[in-house]
């Protein structure tokens, strides 16, 4: 998903962006960011993200999920998409939760011999991710989708 506004919802956009940003690059440094508390999914602490995505697509993953339906959110991604990605050759370095902004910051990627667009279309397509059941697409009340690359 990815959410393209101008005037006053692009002001938005932009604001819960740096908002993800910023718990993004205080979690990987290992700290919260004032005020906010965030909870690891998946990833291992101290991990150098940005040698392991030196080269082939990343993307920053931003979800505002329903209320009260996190826990639930999780529980489905980690059984369905994070599985299935994974095994599809995907990479997920990393993953976290914000309670109190009832966010899933996540960052997945791919390098491989594929294009992205092809990598994908293969996943949604595939007999796995069409079986999912309890969706965790149907959770997400808001997405912001961004292509990233690491500052050398």
Known sequence: MTVRAGGRQGRIVKAVFLTGVLLLLAVVDGEPAAGQETEPVVGSPGLELSSMMASGHWELRIYTINRGQLDEFVAAWLAGPYRIRTEHGFGIPAAWISREN????WIVGYDGPESWDEKQAAYYSSAARTSVEGDPLTM????DTWPITPVQ
């Open 140 to 143: 997400i009340a808001h997405g």
């Open 102 to 105: 009832n966010q899933f910051i």
